[in-house]
């Protein structure tokens, strides 16, 4: 994807002709500890829907989950979801994009996730029809759950479940240097064409159909949708998995507790999740 060459000062000057669209992801964006999104968030993004910007959320969570915070911002735009596998809009529950992992491809990363040295350290998770599947209920997946507002189902062998492909296949370690080590191993056995490798946070490993991320998502939400164009969209994220995203928009902001890696991808870095950062941004591109 290129870049659209406007500078951030110079859509500073012209952001009331240009931006037509603000996208946010959840987790370390607009919810950090807490779970919620503030007052001061819900106070700065009314501010830029009465300038006519349209405001929608792109996220590694599930359909079912984003919808908590997709009305709480709300929006009644359609929202990006399972890392761009998904985008269902609110206002009419239709799901106007899916791209499923393909069955042998889920089927191997399981084999894989349950060879002896792997199966004690993680928590796999299966994602099918906007449900979760585990093969039980572990300390790390009950957080899970909690923090997502979801349900899941404790079926045992997942590959019972492997009569369609999953929407995600997440693998979840309490220690990042297992899922670390674990995205650095699959990296090696697949290409960029049969998988799309992400993490939307240090204890995930996040695997989807090579068709989707953040960026191709949004491209398609954009150009396809809300017939907008790159130069009219400003995108908000905070990890590995926003950085297509924020590459897609003419404005990518990366925030202050973005892995290097991503800041360096960010054309601004906003303060962190805690500070409002959010908050910060849109008072300096939008609001000011």
């Known amino acids: 994807m290129t870049k659209s060459a406007i500078t951030p000062n110079q859509l500073a000057c012209s952001r009331n002709e240009q931006i ?9 964006t607009i919810a ?10 819900i106070n700065a993004l009314e501010a830029v829907k009465a300038q006519g910007i349209k405001v929608t959320l792109a996220t590694g969570r599930m359909y079912c989950s984003a919808l908590y915070f997709a009305q709480a911002i709300g929006t009644d735009l359609p929202i990006i979801c399972y890392n761009g596998a998904w985008i269902q809009s609110p206002q009419t529950e239709d799901r106007v994009w899916h791209l499923p992992v393909p069955i042998h491809l889920a089927t191997e990363l ?27 209920i572990t300390e790390e997946t009950r957080f899970y759950i909690e923090r997502s507002r979801i349900q899941a189902n404790a079926v045992g062998d997942l590959r019972y479940l492997l009569d369609q492909g999953p929407t995600k296949v997440l693998a979840m370690s309490s220690n990042p240097e297992v899922t670390h080590r674990l995205i650095s191993e699959i990296k090696q056995r697949y290409c960029d064409n049969q998988l799309y490798l992400t993490q939307s946070n240090p204890y ?11 960026g191709k998502a949004l491209r398609y939400l954009v150009e396809e949708q809300l017939n907008l164009k790159p130069e009219n969209t400003i995108a908000i994220g905070d990890n590995f998995n926003d950085i297509e995203m924020l590459n897609y928009a003419a404005l990518g902001i990366a925030m202050g507790d973005a892995p290097a890696e991503v800041q360096a991808q960010a054309d601004w870095v906003a303060p962190n999740v805690e500070a409002d950062g959010v908050v910060a941004a849109l008072n300096k591109f939008l609001l000011s």
């Open 20 to 28: 037509r669209l603000l996208v946010l992801d959840i987790d370390g």
């Open 204 to 214: 995930f490993f996040e695997a989807c159909h090579p068709g989707a991320s953040k």
């Open 32 to 41: 950090g500890e807490s779970n919620e999104v503030t007052q001061r968030v």
């Open 110 to 136: 399981l084999d894989y996730c349950e060879k002896p040295e792997w199966r004690s350290l993680l928590d796999v998770h299966f994602y099918l029809n906007d449900q979760l599947y585990v093969r039980e």
